[in-house]
T-cell receptor, first 108, second 114 residues
Framework: RKEVEQDPGPFNVPEGATVAFNCTYSNSASQSFFWYRQDCRKEPKLLMSVYSSGNEDGRFTAQLNRASQYISLLIRDSKLSDSATYLC?????????FGSGTRLLVRP | NAGVMQNPRHLVRRRGQEARLRCSPVKGHSHVYWYRQLPEEGLKFMVYLQKENIIDESGMPKERFSAEFPKEGPSILRIQQVVRGDSAAYFCASFSDRVSNEQFFGPGTRLTVL
């Protein structure tokens, strides 16, 4: 079983749509949780950290459910520029553990 | 304010040759990680280094791969006698404060083994 599991997608949505990604992790000792964004053939970039209380950054909302070991990302009012692969990331001690990513395609 | 630098950005090697990948962390950062990303997969941890020390190399293949982060100069990931399965993107990340846990990634080196 992978340590971090994500639906690979792709999610194909029109501009303006709301889209949600989910992720589960297996290590109950994980302390830190993140969503990274990776554009094609580029390095991953931190989108946002995820906190137990939930957090929002503009059109992006992240939620963490420790009991279910489940992380989510909600994107509202999708833009063409949101097209990318979204990586769910947890930590194991000081190492980052990456999911394989969920592809999002936003069409005009 | 330079970020993490990696070179070369693209590297082509024939089977059996050596590949040397370089990473210069953000100025002032003394912690470096190397990750490998195979096509259509997520990044996989390889090794964690501090200046002159290997802290954790549990993700690195036991043979042909080595890494260093000398007191002066960039961190080097070396792959000897490359095989086709080594073709991947290799990303370096650095950070300065373990409390913050935010790692800054370089642009990666794409290794192609012919």
């Amino acid at each position: 079983r992978k340590e971090v599991e994500q639906d690979p997608g792709p999610f194909n949505v029109p501009e303006g749509a709301t889209v949600a990604f989910n992720c589960t992790y297996s290590n109950s000792a994980s302390q830190s949780f993140f969503w990274y964004r990776q554009d094609c053939r580029k390095e991953p970039k931190l989108l946002m950290s995820v906190y137990s209380s939930g957090n929002e950054d503009g059109r992006f909302t992240a939620q963490l459910n420790r009991a279910s070991q489940y992380i989510s990302l909600l994107i509202r009012d999708s833009k063409l520029s949101d097209s990318a692969t979204y990586l769910c990331v947890t930590d194991s001690s000081y190492k980052l553990i990456f999911g394989s990513g969920t592809r999002l395609l936003v069409r005009p | 304010n330079a970020g993490v630098m990696q070179n070369p950005r693209h590297l082509v090697r024939r089977r059996g040759q050596e590949a040397r990948l370089r990473c210069s962390p953000v100025k002032g950062h003394s912690h470096v990680y190397w990750y490998r990303q195979l096509p259509e997969e997520g990044l996989k941890f390889m090794v964690y280094l501090q200046k002159e020390n290997i802290i954790d190399e549990s993700g690195m293949p036991k043979e042909r791969f080595s890494a260093e982060f000398p007191k002066e100069g960039p961190s080097i990931l070396r792959i000897q006698q490359v095989v086709r399965g080594d073709s991947a993107a290799y990303f370096c990340a650095s950070f300065s404060d373990r409390v913050s846990n935010e790692q800054f990634f370089g642009p990666g080196t794409r290794l192609t083994v012919l």
